[in-house]
């Protein structure tokens, strides 16, 4: 487990903790800060610094969950319980605030301890080593790596790494095994699993795909390309990547009283499981049969895991999912190219045409109290049967 803690967060309510964190975030926003030349001794460059030269890139980042994994209410919070229940630090720290824990920053004073999974911190990745408390070998200086051959900045040095390339990169912070030896995070060994690694489609494939921009100011200098990869990453909560990796079709027929309907879900654009990541991730589907005049039904299937612990209670919080999971007791997620058919019967009158309905939402709830929500909606199809059919 990691050893660093925040103990200048460690007191007081979780209102006072939000209100601790609020406070430090707008006075680190608020301050003047004077410009960081890169590549300090021991010190990693403040995103903002980036965004300077590179300021495409620093946009998409900025609406990144990796620009969020650190100053977050939501993650606050878990941190919070976590390091109260385990009555030390919990080891969130090495994905969720992996600057502070570089820099040993333990009372997060820096600004960049707040930034999340930074610019400088990815890009001073030298290697990775499998199953390490501290997984990634960090190298802060004037030599930014990356994925390209050839770059030549100006205001630092460049250098091509193949870790760039490969799915490595992502997979200590995507595949994590708790102190009970159960696996929480199972993405990249969903990956690993899946046809995709033999098609060379890595997680930076999917999730850092090329787009229209300049990874360097016009004003600072001229680029050879006009593409750089999306450094927003959008995954599990976003909409449209939910929509790139779910297909869905819908048949309804009458069956005398009764109206069959019959869904079918596809996994066609994720090398993993759907959804992946956290337990309390679930893919709800909603299907309804209408007649527009008094006559509904609605029946819904949930494709997600439950896991327990090792006394056999359902665990339905963040903290408790990676602490004390033990085991899984169900897990009907979509596997890469998995097909699911799915089937409902309605009693239905003839007296009117009816509307079969099928809607998916994606819900995550990391708290109990929020698990009634069906979730975000993100896809929807129907199908018809006239009256008398």
């Not at 976590?82 to 919990?90: C, I, L, M, V, W």
């Not at 824990?101 to 333990?106: A, K, L």
């Not at 309390?280 to 527009?292: C, G, Q, S, T």
């Amino acid at each position: 487990m990691s050893l660093w803690g925040i103990s200048v967060l460690s007191k007081g309510s979780r209102a006072s903790l939000l209100l601790v964190v609020s406070i430090v975030i707008v006075a680190f926003g608020s301050a003047a800060h004077a410009r960081q030349r890169p590549g300090r001794a021991g010190e990693l460059t403040s995103a903002e610094e980036c965004g300077r030269c590179h300021q495409d890139i620093h946009r998409y980042w900025k609406a990144s969950r990796h620009a969020q994994s650190s100053d977050s209410p939501r993650f606050q919070q878990a941190f919070l319980k976590a390091k109260a229940d385990a009555g030390a630090d919990p080891g969130c720290l090495t994905c969720h605030a992996p600057a502070a824990v570089y820099m040993r920053d333990t009372k997060w004073e820096k600004k960049t301890s707040w930034e999340g999974v930074t610019c400088d911190f990815c890009h001073s990745v030298r290697s990775i080593r499998a199953g390490a408390d501290r997984p990634f070998v960090i190298e802060a200086g004037m030599i930014k790596t990356g994925p390209l051959k050839g770059a030549r900045p100006t205001e630092h040095g460049a250098a091509f790494s193949e870790v760039y390339t490969s799915s490595t990169l992502c997979a200590p912070c995507h595949q994590f095994t708790n102190d009970k030896k159960y696996d929480v995070l199972t993405t990249f060994a969903e990956w690993q699993a899946s046809s995709y690694p033999a098609q060379n489609m890595t997680c930076q494939t999917c999730h850092m795909r090329p787009t229209t921009g300049n990874i360097v100011d016009p004003k600072v200098a001229r680029s050879a390309t006009s593409s750089i990869n999306v450094h927003e990453m959008p995954g599990g909560h976003s909409i449209s990547e939910l929509n790139r990796a779910l297909l869905a079709q819908i048949t309804a027929e009458r069956k005398g009283d009764a109206i069959d309907v019959t869904v079918t879900v596809v996994n066609r654009g994720a090398g993993h499981k759907v959804p992946t990541g956290s337990p309390l991730r679930a893919i709800v589907m909603v299907v309804e049969a209408d007649n527009a005049v008094g006559a509904r039904q609605i029946a819904t299937r949930t494709f997600g895991r439950v896991v327990v612990d090792g006394a056999g209670q359902e665990l339905q919080d963040e903290a408790g999912v990676f602490q004390r999971a033990a085991k899984t007791v169900s897990d009907n997620r979509l596997a890469p190219g998995e097909r699911k058919v799915e089937r409902f019967s309605f009693p239905m009158p003839r007296t009117a045409p009816v509307r079969a309905l099928v809607r998916f939402y994606y819900r995550y709830a990391p708290e109990a109290s929020a698990r009634p929500d069906p979730g975000t909606p993100f896809l929807s199809v129907s199908a018809w049967v006239n009256a008398g059919q």
